[in-house]
């Protein structure tokens, strides 16, 4: 690596944040490739791989046995998505063909192995498509429509699209808000799917939905028939990723125990009920933000794979058949592996000590095989801070703990100084409904690397905790969220472990909320960070996405009936509060959470008089994609810390 600085052979103690790191600002921003969406047909493993050194670009990979991983589709083709703005499901793979909706145009197009060219199948100006499934007795494909091409807000459907069919597809079902996951049954004659309205978000409340395949003469998908709500019609329960076995079963995940899990549906009875499916502790699931998530697969002979989360930590375990006991499946995978013909399995492994990479392999052994790594570039394990797991209590609540991870400076060169206590970034994660992960993070290991603690919280309101602490944020955003980062805080201040007067908070999105009321309403932090972040939830509620127009009733309370509550906590109105520093960096594209708000953050905050950074990056949406902008984001920040902490920055 040619810009690694010079390390000496033994380590040396040296000012927190000045350390020599290996975490370079190439190896974040432009050597490192994002994995997601591993999927498999026979032997054949496909994954979607995003390059920052391309403008972001997503790339459909291809990998076998004999050949080995090359891109599936014509150069420079950018698979993506932007239903619900945050995308997903934006390929379909079956045996000899693929299906992909271009982020460029959105169209979607068939890619058949036998041919050179791709086929077109669906879109034009306005239209969106996402969650692709293909018919198990056609070409045809199904998928979530978005459709912005009149004012007001975007209308959905569940359609059908065929090679040189209606451009628009044919509808099969509309009238809900959303749609999501649809599913052939084996046979073909039957399709499931999941539906839900305004104000509910997925993890609030949705419906688990089923319909008769209507074929016209040539087997074309024309239609459904007896469409009818399986569950989910009288109680608020939340269900997701509905999955047909090969034998006909239907399962889905529902959280009505308290926690997602996995159930089996009785569709065949007049009067469906649901039943437990044998499944290990843990939350089996996660918020469907994003479409295409995988968190049990079935498998032959009545067996099933799944991904739980207990504590703050996700273990795969994997039950052969219906006579076996589940066992731990020995990798560290984002989402569930799929299976493989052969007996195998390929996965995105996402371990804390190593960066990720698409793997191929079995249960016992783990991975054995690497398909793709995200960086050519390799991290010595002894420079990798790897997570502790800590609870605390959270504040006026007899006996509850709350989550997260505590990652101690770490590098095999540089030492804390003696009578020095190292600063810290507290992490806050977005959603608000995401949670802190155990996977290598170079977010987290950039600093670690630097000399800083990072402490990411699993706050009230994350996933992996089940339904009640979910729950805790309702009506409570900018409460609850911003008390658990406190306590988490106060907790390891009270260890020792970490410098009280150094201590940044940083987060993104819904997360880069809680900073700056965090801020606002407690001294403990020096500093603080806020990646696109609301400031203005009147805003929000009036200017947003259609996913999330309502998103705040729950959060916050129904628009504009709670306008108050919504001064009260929108950080531009307690901005004159805030005293620490605070850098904003926002995307000039973002259509979640627009410029303006950051804009008149700043504006706010200069009249208080508090020192204020504004970084705008052209061409940048919610969440930050381009090389440029990672590296410009990452260096910002550190300078900005350099202010605050005093020190001189390394790299």
């Known amino acids: 690596m040619n810009n690694t600085p ?10 927190c944040g000045t350390w020599p790191s290996p975490v370079t600002p190439d190896l974040v921003a432009g050597k490192t490739l994002s994995f997601s969406e591993v999927r498999a047909v026979e032997n054949t493993v496909f994954w979607l791989e995003r390059r920052p050194a391309e403008a972001g ?10 050949e080995g991983a090359s891109e599936a589709l014509a150069p420079d083709t950018d698979v993506a998505t932007r239903v619900h703005e945050y995308g997903g499901g934006a390929y379909a793979v079956k045996s000899g063909s693929i299906a992909y909706s271009d982020k460029r145009t959105g169209n979607v197009w068939l890619r058949r192995e036998s041919e050179t060219e791709a086929v077109f199948m669906a879109g034009e100006a306005g239209l969106r ?15 979530v429509r978005e459709d912005h091409q ?18 628009a597809g044919v509808v099969l079902k509309a009238g809900a808000d959303f749609y999501a996951a649809p599913a052939f049954s084996p046979d073909g004659k039957w399709v499931t799917w999941v539906e839900w309205d305004h104000p509910n978000m997925p993890w609030d409340a949705t419906r688990l939905c089923l319909a008769r395949v209507q074929r016209n003469a040539s087997g074309e998908i024309c239609g459904i028939a007896d469409a009818r709500v399986l569950a989910g019609e009288q109680t608020s329960e939340s269900l997701i990723e509905p999955r047909w076995a090969s034998d006909g079963r239907l399962l889905v995940l529902s959280d009505r125990s308290g926690s997602w899990t996995v159930w089996n549906v009785h569709w065949q009875e007049n009067n469906p009920t649901l039943s437990r499916y044998p499944a290990p502790e843990g939350e089996i699931g996660q918020p469907a933000w994003v479409f295409g998530q995988s968190s049990y697969q079935l498998l032959k002979n009545e067996g099933c794979l799944v991904l739980a989360v207990t504590q703050g930590q996700a273990t795969c375990w994997i039950k052969p058949d219906r006579d076996s006991d589940y066992r731990i499946f020995h990798a560290k995978p984002d989402q569930c592996p799929v299976p493989l013909a052969d007996g195998r399995f390929a996965w995105l492994q996402a371990p804390p000590d190593a960066l990720p990479s698409v793997v191929v392999g079995m249960p016992e052994n783990g991975a054995e095989i690497i398909l793709q790594r995200s960086s050519t570039e390799r991290l010595d394990a002894a420079d990798i801070s790897i997570p502790e797991s800590i609870r605390f209590s959270v504040d006026g609540e007899n006996g ?3 989550h997260a991870f505590f990652y101690p400076p770490t590098n095999q060169h540089a030492s804390v100084p003696k009578g020095e206590l190292p600063p810290m970034v507290v992490q806050v994660h977005g959603g608000p409904t995401a949670r802190a992960q155990e996977g290598l993070s170079f977010k987290i290991q950039w600093w670690t690397s630097r000399g800083f603690a990072v402490l990411d919280v699993n706050y009230g309101g994350s996933t992996g905790f089940g339904r009640a602490w979910r729950n805790r944020l309702k009506g409570q955003w900018g409460v609850v969220d911003v008390a658990d980062c406190l306590s988490a805080c106060r907790a390891v201040v009270e260890s020792g472990r970490v410098d009280p007067n150094r201590i940044a908070i940083r987060g993104s999105s819904a997360g880069g909320m809680t900073v700056l009321v965090a801020l606002a309403v407690s001294d403990i932090f020096a500093a603080g960070v806020s990646l696109y972040g609301v400031t203005d939830l009147r805003a929000l509620a009036q200017e947003t996405h259609k996913f999330e127009a309502r998103y705040l009733d729950g959060l916050i309370g129904p628009w504009p009936e709670a306008e108050a509550l919504y001064l009260q906590r929108s950080p531009i109105f307690v901005a004159d509060q805030i005293r620490a520093p ?9 259509k979640v959470v627009p410029p303006e708000q950051a804009y008149s953050m700043a504006d706010a ?3 208080a008089g508090t020192p204020v950074t504004l970084r705008e990056f052209e061409g940048e949406g919610h969440g930050f994609r381009k090389e440029a902008t990672i590296r410009a984001a990452f260096a910002e920040e550190l300078a900005f810390y350099a202010r605050v902490f005093g020190f001189a920055t390394q790299n």
């Open 6 to 15: 010079p390390f000496s052979s033994s380590v040396q103690p040296m000012p």
């Open 57 to 66: 670009r997503s790339v459909l990979m291809r990998w076998t046995q004999a």
């Open 129 to 143: 498509f996402a969650d692709l499934r293909f018919d198990v007795n056609s070409e045809a494909v199904l998928a």
């Open 150 to 167: 009149k004012a007001g807000e975007a209308k959905t459907a569940l359609v059908a699209l065929h090679v040189q069919g209606n451009k």
């Open 400 to 402: 509850l703990c709350g």
């Open 582 to 590: 605070v850098l904003l960096l926002q995307g000039m594209d973002d």
């Open 605 to 607: 905050l200069k009249a």
